[in-house]
C-alpha cells in the first residue's frame, strides 16, 4: 500500500520528525482540529472560497482558476486539497494558499514547502509547469506574496518525504527536534522520550 502524505503532516514532521513516529506508528492522533487556530483557518477558507469564487488576480496574471482542488500522486507520496489552482498567462500554473497568521517580512520554510507539495502535485495531476507559488496572509491585510521555487528546495522536499515514508513503513524511530522549546506544546510531550 503507497503511503500518501499531506502537506500538514510534513510541516509537523519539520516540527519534530517524532510527530510521523507517533501519529503513522503508533496511530496516536493528536486532535489538531480542536485547536484554535486550526479551527479559524478552516473558517477563513470556507469563507475565502465564497466570497472570491469569480475573482482572478489579474494582477499576477492568473488566466483560471480552480477552488478547494483534491490532489493526490503515489509516486510523490502525496496527497492535498489546494485552496486555488491558479493558471497563468506564462502557461505555468501556481497554488494559492490561504495563512491565517500575519506577514512579518520573513517566509516561514513550513509555508514554502506546503506551497511546494502543492505545486509537485499540480505538475504531476496537470502535466504543466510550476515556478511559483502564492501565500495569502490573512491576518495582515491580505498580504500576498510569491514565493520562487529552487530546485534545492525540490530535492530537500523529496528528501523529507523519503525520511518520512522510511519512519512510517519501517517503524523507525527517528531523533527528536533540535529546538526543545518546540517540546512545551507539543502534543506527545508526556509519552516522548
Not at 503507497?2 to 517524532?18: A, D, F, G, V
Not at 502543492?118 to 498580504?143: D, M, Q
Amino acid at each position: 500500500m503507497t503511503t500518501l502524505l499531506t502537506p500538514s503532516e510534513i510541516i509537523e514532521y519539520l516540527y519534530c520528525p517524532r510527530f510521523t513516529y507517533f501519529m503513522f506508528v503508533l496511530d496516536i492522533q493528536q486532535h489538531e482540529e480542536k485547536r484554535y487556530k486550526v479551527q479559524v483557518g478552516r473558517e477563513i477558507h470556507e469563507e475565502k472560497a465564497q466570497i472570491n469564487k469569480d475573482y482572478l488576480r489579474k494582477k499576477i496574471g492568473v488566466t483560471a482558476k480552480e477552488q478547494e482542488v483534491y490532489l493526490s500522486n503515489d509516486t510523490l507520496h502525496l496527497k492535498g486539497i489546494v485552496d486555488e489552482v491558479l493558471t497563468l498567462e506564462n502557461g505555468t500554473m501556481a497554488p494559492l494558499d490561504y495563512k491565517f497568521a500575519e506577514y512579518s517580512d520573513y517566509m516561514f520554510s513550513t509555508h514554502k514547502y506546503q506551497s511546494l507539495c502543492y505545486a509537485l502535485l499540480i505538475e504531476a495531476n496537470y502535466g504543466l509547469p510550476v515556478k511559483t507559488g502564492f501565500i495569502v496572509y490573512t491576518r495582515s491585510n491580505n498580504k500576498l506574496i510569491e514565493i520562487e521555487f529552487k530546485d534545492e528546495d525540490r530535492d530537500k522536499l523529496k528528501e523529507i518525504i523519503r525520511e518520512m515514508v522510511l519512519i512510517i513503513q519501517k517503524g523507525f524511530f527517528p531523533k527528536k527536534t533540535k529546538s526543545t522549546a518546540r517540546c512545551g506544546d507539543c502534543t506527545y510531550r508526556n509519552i516522548c522520550v
